[in-house]
Nanobody
Framework: VQLVESGGGLVQAGGSLTLSCATTGISFRDYRMGWYRQVPGKEREPVADITRGAMTNYSESAEGRFTISRDNTVNTVYLQMNNLKPEDTAVYFC?????????WGQGIQVTVSS
Protein backbone atom coordinates (compact mmCIF):
# COMPACT_ATOMS: atom_id res chain seq x y z
CA VAL A 1 0.00 0.00 0.00
CA GLN A 2 1.28 3.45 -0.88
CA LEU A 3 -0.11 6.93 -0.41
CA VAL A 4 2.07 9.52 -2.10
CA GLU A 5 1.44 13.22 -1.62
CA SER A 6 2.55 15.84 -4.10
CA GLY A 7 1.95 19.49 -4.90
CA GLY A 8 3.33 21.10 -1.78
CA GLY A 9 5.85 23.92 -1.68
CA LEU A 10 6.32 27.57 -0.92
CA VAL A 11 3.59 30.10 -1.67
CA GLN A 12 2.88 33.66 -0.67
CA ALA A 13 -0.03 34.53 1.57
CA GLY A 14 -3.21 34.77 -0.45
CA GLY A 15 -1.97 32.25 -2.97
CA SER A 16 -3.20 28.78 -3.84
CA LEU A 17 -1.88 25.25 -3.93
CA THR A 18 -3.41 21.94 -4.85
CA LEU A 19 -2.21 18.84 -3.06
CA SER A 20 -2.64 15.40 -4.56
CA CYS A 21 -2.48 12.01 -2.90
CA ALA A 22 -2.09 9.11 -5.29
CA THR A 23 -2.82 5.70 -3.83
CA THR A 24 -1.91 2.17 -4.81
CA GLY A 25 -2.68 -1.15 -3.23
CA ILE A 26 -6.10 -0.29 -1.80
CA SER A 27 -9.63 -0.48 -3.09
CA PHE A 28 -9.70 3.29 -3.23
CA ARG A 29 -13.40 3.75 -3.86
CA ASP A 30 -14.20 2.02 -0.55
CA TYR A 31 -12.04 4.27 1.57
CA ARG A 32 -12.76 7.48 3.40
CA MET A 33 -9.93 9.82 2.45
CA GLY A 34 -8.66 12.63 4.59
CA TRP A 35 -6.10 15.39 4.78
CA TYR A 36 -4.36 16.22 8.04
CA ARG A 37 -1.61 18.64 8.96
CA GLN A 38 1.00 18.95 11.63
CA VAL A 39 3.40 21.61 12.81
CA PRO A 40 6.39 20.89 15.05
CA GLY A 41 5.44 20.52 18.67
CA LYS A 42 1.73 20.15 17.98
CA GLU A 43 -0.59 17.23 17.39
CA ARG A 44 -1.63 16.25 13.92
CA GLU A 45 -5.00 17.82 13.16
CA PRO A 46 -7.71 17.03 10.61
CA VAL A 47 -8.19 19.44 7.75
CA ALA A 48 -10.79 17.80 5.53
CA ASP A 49 -12.17 14.41 4.62
CA ILE A 50 -14.35 12.87 1.97
CA THR A 51 -16.39 9.71 2.28
CA ARG A 52 -16.76 6.97 -0.30
CA GLY A 53 -20.01 8.68 -1.24
CA ALA A 54 -18.21 12.02 -1.72
CA MET A 55 -19.64 13.71 1.35
CA THR A 56 -17.14 16.23 2.67
CA ASN A 57 -16.20 17.64 6.05
CA TYR A 58 -13.87 20.51 6.86
CA SER A 59 -12.15 21.92 9.88
CA GLU A 60 -13.20 25.38 10.91
CA SER A 61 -9.94 26.81 9.56
CA ALA A 62 -10.37 25.10 6.20
CA GLU A 63 -14.06 25.81 5.67
CA GLY A 64 -14.60 28.20 2.80
CA ARG A 65 -10.97 28.18 1.63
CA PHE A 66 -10.12 24.54 0.99
CA THR A 67 -11.88 21.98 -1.18
CA ILE A 68 -11.35 18.24 -0.95
CA SER A 69 -12.24 16.04 -3.89
CA ARG A 70 -11.58 12.55 -5.14
CA ASP A 71 -11.21 10.84 -8.48
CA ASN A 72 -11.94 7.14 -8.18
CA THR A 73 -10.77 6.54 -11.75
CA VAL A 74 -7.19 7.44 -10.85
CA ASN A 75 -7.31 6.52 -7.13
CA THR A 76 -6.37 10.03 -6.08
CA VAL A 77 -7.64 12.55 -3.56
CA TYR A 78 -7.02 16.28 -3.87
CA LEU A 79 -6.97 19.28 -1.61
CA GLN A 80 -7.42 22.62 -3.33
CA MET A 81 -6.21 25.33 -0.96
CA ASN A 82 -7.06 28.97 -1.68
CA ASN A 83 -6.35 32.20 0.15
CA LEU A 84 -3.53 30.55 2.04
CA LYS A 85 -2.36 32.08 5.29
CA PRO A 86 0.97 31.80 7.13
CA GLU A 87 -0.79 29.75 9.79
CA ASP A 88 -1.52 27.10 7.15
CA THR A 89 2.19 26.31 7.12
CA ALA A 90 2.54 22.65 8.09
CA VAL A 91 3.33 19.19 6.87
CA TYR A 92 0.20 17.85 5.20
CA PHE A 93 -0.64 14.16 5.34
CA CYS A 94 -3.04 12.03 3.38
CA UNK A 95 -4.98 9.29 5.17
CA UNK A 96 -7.08 6.37 3.95
CA UNK A 97 -9.45 4.57 6.30
CA UNK A 98 -11.93 1.72 5.88
CA UNK A 99 -13.15 -0.61 8.61
CA UNK A 100 -9.95 -1.62 10.41
CA UNK A 101 -7.56 -0.49 7.70
CA UNK A 102 -5.81 2.82 8.25
CA UNK A 103 -2.98 4.12 6.05
CA TRP A 104 -0.98 7.34 5.99
CA GLY A 105 1.17 9.05 3.45
CA GLN A 106 4.64 10.29 4.25
CA GLY A 107 3.60 13.94 4.32
CA ILE A 108 4.47 16.98 2.27
CA GLN A 109 5.57 20.44 3.35
CA VAL A 110 3.43 23.49 2.67
CA THR A 111 4.99 26.82 3.58
CA VAL A 112 3.06 30.08 3.32
CA SER A 113 5.14 33.24 3.52
CA SER A 114 3.72 36.53 4.78
Amino acid sequence: VQLVESGGGLVQAGGSLTLSCATTGISFRDYRMGWYRQVPGKEREPVADITRGAMTNYSESAEGRFTISRDNTVNTVYLQMNNLKPEDTAVYFCRATWVVWDYWGQGIQVTVSS
